[in-house]
């Protein structure tokens, strides 16, 4: 056997894998979405792109999608930030932080709706932690609590604490493993030459890990915008559908409502918008062989 053939042959389980649980989903996902289907008989009938353009001009959709967005740049800026921060951290004290890092590690091995049920006690309210906390510090009125789960303009951002809690541990982990690698003569020759701190991290740590980056953002921006059961099990995407977001209208479009061809097409509109996503941060962030 040819060494192509033989690579052939060892990709061959993973290809077919991906072929049956991964490829053929997406093309029935974007064949479905072409249809209208009875969620009971099954029936169909071709409606061609009228799925999209109903999708398109509902409001309902458009508000999900815009909710998406700005939960998605929210949550996943903060964890960089943070995550950056604490890798940085790990970094600079070396093995003086194996214990801290295990314990920094923890959230990851909690279950999302383990998370979003803690949260939600911890949010709610009249009875909530945080604003008994809140309350004996001086800083609200037990009478006006405030109201992280019921207010709408606060509680996309409550809902996307325990994302945040959950997955800056990732974050900080990626970030770490690439401060890890960095060419250790470039930094030592940057000291040297009387680099400060800020210009460091901004003119050689960020540009050489541009690939690590790249990676980091694009795997949490596709898993902050599916976000699903954090959102249920807090809020249920209310009040008032303000923590709506693209992942619940999908689920309820087509198990509550029951139109799958709808749910079909909205969720095509995601992969395609996912897509894209990945593309752009590729082109704009990873650019590996750059120098600093």
């Not at 980091?216 to 699903?228: N, P, Q």
């Not at 809020?235 to 008032?240: A, E, F, L, V, Y």
């Not at 995601?270 to 897509?275: D, K, S």
Request: aromatic share 10%; proline share 5%; hydrophobic share 55%.
């Amino acid at each position: 056997m040819s060494e192509q053939g033989f690579a052939l042959a060892l990709m061959a389980p993973a290809m077919l894998f991906l072929g049956f649980f991964v490829a053929w989903p997406l093309v029935r996902l974007v064949i479905d979405s072409l249809y209208a289907i009875e969620p009971l008989t099954r029936q169909r009938s071709f409606l061609g792109f009228g799925n999209y353009r109903e999708a398109l001009t509902d409001d309902g959709f458009r508000g999900a999608v815009g909710r998406t967005v700005t939960y998605t740049v929210v949550v996943v800026a903060l964890e960089f930030v943070i995550g950056l921060g604490v890798a940085l951290l790990f970094n600079t004290l070396g093995q003086r932080a194996r214990w801290l890092r295990t314990v920094f590690l923890y959230p990851l091995m909690i279950a999302p709706i383990v998370a979003g049920l803690l949260w939600r006690f911890l949010l709610i309210d009249n009875f909530g932690i945080v604003n008994e906390l809140l309350a004996r510090a001086g800083l609200t009125d037990r009478a006006n609590p405030i109201g992280w789960l019921s207010d709408p303009n606060l509680v996309l951002l409550s809902v996307g604490l325990p994302d945040i809690w959950l997955t800056t541990s990732f974050m900080a982990l990626v970030l770490f493993a690439g401060l890890q690698n960095l060419p250790a003569d470039v930094l030592e020759a940057a000291r040297l030459d009387g680099v400060g701190p800020w210009r460091m991290l901004l003119q050689i740590i960020l540009p050489l890990m541009r690939p690590v980056i790249a990676v980091a953002l694009i795997i949490r921006a596709v898993d902050a915008t599916r976000a699903f059961d954090i959102i249920l099990i807090q809020t249920n995407g209310g009040p008032q559908s303000a923590s709506t977001t693209l992942s619940l209208l999908i689920y309820r479009t087509s198990v509550r409502f029951g139109d799958p061809g709808m749910a079909s097409a909205m969720s095509t509109l995601y992969v395609a918008a996912m897509l894209v996503l990945a593309v752009v941060t590729v082109a704009t962030i990873w650019r590996p062989g750059v120098s600093a």
